[in-house]
T-cell receptor
């Protein structure tokens, strides 16, 4: 399977705590992206990290990338109830041919932030 | 507002009855894709298009067709739907190959009975 794996599958925390989600993938990549999905709705892009970057920040989000281990982590600091959603990592594989901006998604982490 | 619009949002149909799910983007993006989302399997690419009249199969194309006659539209066609095509479908567009984000539609929940 080309699919990545995310860990944990589900995470429940209290408001104000930090949430960390991990993603592993199998192929060489151009970049890795994180998306958020509220229950059954469309995916919203959160952050993109290129293969030559190791860490990136955006607001309360911090993403790390270790291409030698083919893994990434997403940290959400000072979580809020509104952060409750599913979070997906997606890799843009480095292919020898153009495949239309293809993304390979992990299975997602369901985050629940309790008030 | 930049957006990808899918219709319908919900659809219940019977086995074998042809249907089309429409997708339209207003960002002049070249690349468009269809994904299906199933529990435990994440999102998988069905078909993609790199420009008008240029389409190709993704990872799970069986039972689906697409067309790209205009840059903004990328409909997904199920000629003879079957129950195993019951899923949540997403259309996505990106500006181009490389380090760009994807914009997703709100999804179409399809049930085939």
């Amino acid at each position: 399977s080309q699919q990545g794996e995310e860990d944990p599958q589900a995470l429940s925390i209290q408001e104000g705590e930090n949430a960390t989600m991990n993603c592993s993938y199998k192929t060489s990549i151009n970049n890795l992206q994180w998306y958020r999905q509220n229950s059954g709705r469309g995916l919203v892009h959160l952050i993109l990290i290129r293969s030559n970057e190791r860490e990136k920040h955006s607001g309360r989000l911090r993403v790390t990338l270790d291409t030698s281990k083919k893994s990434s982590s997403l940290l959400i600091t000072a979580s809020r109830a509104a952060d409750t959603a599913s979070y997906f990592c997606a890799t843009a594989p480095r292919l020898g041919y153009n495949q239309g901006g293809k993304l390979i998604f992990g299975q997602g982490t369901e985050l629940s932030v309790k008030p | 507002e930049a957006q990808v619009t899918q219709n319908p949002r919900y659809l219940i149909t019977v086995t074998g009855k042809k249907l089309t799910v429409t997708c339209s983007q207003n960002m002049n993006h070249e690349y468009m894709s269809w994904y299906r989302q199933d529990p435990g399997l994440g999102l998988r690419q069905i078909y993609y298009s790199m420009n008008v009249e240029v389409t190709d199969k993704g990872d799970v194309p069986e039972g689906y067709k697409v067309s790209r006659k205009e840059k903004r539209n990328f409909p997904l066609i199920l000629e003879s739907p079957s129950p195993n095509q019951t899923s949540l479908y997403f259309c996505a567009s990106t500006r181009g190959e490389g380090n760009t984000e994807a914009f997703f539609g709100q999804g179409t929940r399809l049930t085939v009975v």
